[in-house]
């Protein structure tokens, strides 16, 4: 089951930026607050950097319950206000003072008012939690058939939860969209794939280079998305050649004229092999319609190897150099973890990409029927 990524985990994406509306000239903000029914001990103000955060200072609450803090600021930033280790305040700040008030006896009180990137950064909050949610109830069911061996609700928690993560996808992207230019958005772009979202972030890194030329964060930005470009949807797939079980040297190009799952795979890879079936069952539903498959296993050995084709009845072209993955196709095709597969149309051209169980059947039936 895959588990959200950390919202803030996308390392130099938080080497931030200005995003619309006029800079703070003084390059300062104003941090304040009241807290009712506080506890005793000490209220810290950390800065997120790259995949953790740090104490940049204690911020003084005075015996009513109010504070005020001046923070000097050269960019935007992301910040966390933690309240006697109570409750934790999200902030994204940069031009706009912020105004906290929360009620320790009311969970529900907690208010930030006058940062517009802080409203925007409690989208990605909610959406977050909502997504948590989610995953934690699939999570139990998993669990509960997993203990019980219910194949069959296995296989449709399985499907639901690729599902899920799709449609979750979808959300964050329009969530982005609904910021408005906001830098808060970037506390969301951890939460895309760049294999599969690559036009997405493609096009919103190119937005803001044009608005923020030679920001050097956006310029480090294009340049890792510039490394997945030659693997992005509407780009010809690189060749692969390879052996075949027999020696022989099998290329991908050979297979032109069909349409082609890639199916990066392995013996010892056992989410690979539960999917082998559904594979089995699409490529005999549409091999007679123009449907082929090209296996790339990353096993070590030819035994282990010819073995998994023999049990699991894989029937299309198999090649493998037996480097793990160190494989040069694995390399080609920047794979770091499989199963992962790259759908190509009759012109060797990548149309899709990591397509499994529904979602491969969906895209075969849209190509076939």
Known sequence: MNQINNIIGAGVLLVLFACGGEKNQEGKVTLSGDLANAPTGLVLLSEYLDDRTEIIDTVAVNDKGRFEHTLELEKPGFYELNLYNERVVRLALYED????????????????????????????????????????????????????????????????????????????KETIRSMDGSFAALAAIGMLNPRTDFQFLDSLMAQLDERYPNTKTIVSLRQQLEE??????????????????????????????????????????????????????????????????????????????????????????????????????????????????????????????????????????????
């Open 97 to 172: 003072d912020v105004h906290v008030t929360y009620d320790f006896q009311d969970e529900e009180s907690l208010e930030t008012e006058g940062s517009w990137d802080t409203e925007q950064m409690a989208k990605v909050d909610e959406l977050t939690r909502v997504y948590q949610e989610e995953i934690n109830a699939l999570n139990t069911e998993y669990y509960e058939a997993m203990s019980a061996k219910d194949q069959d609700a296995i296989k449709s928690i399985q499907e639901r939860a690729m599902k899920m993560e799709a449609e979750h996808g979808e959300r964050v």
């Open 228 to 369: 997945l470009r030659a693997l992005s949807v509407g780009q010809p797939a690189p060749e692969i050649a390879l052996p075949n079980p027999e020696g022989e040297i099998v290329k991908l190009s050979d297979l032109k004229g069909k349409y082609v799952l890639i199916d990066f795979w392995a013996a010892w890879c056992k989410p690979c092999r539960e999917e082998n079936p559904n594979v089995v069952r699409l490529y005999h539903q549409y091999k007679d319609k123009g449907f082929e498959v090209f296996g790339v296993s990353l096993d070590r050995t030819r035994e282990a190897w010819l073995d998994a084709i023999e049990k699991d009845g894989l029937e299309w072209t198999q090649v493998s150099d037996l480097k793990y993955f160190n494989s040069e196709a694995a390399a080609t095709y920047q794979i770091n973890a499989i199963p992962a597969t790259y759908m190509l149309d009759p012109e060797g051209k990548i149309i899709a990409k990591d397509l499994r169980g529904i979602s491969l059947e969906n895209k075969l039936k849209e190509i076939f029927n």
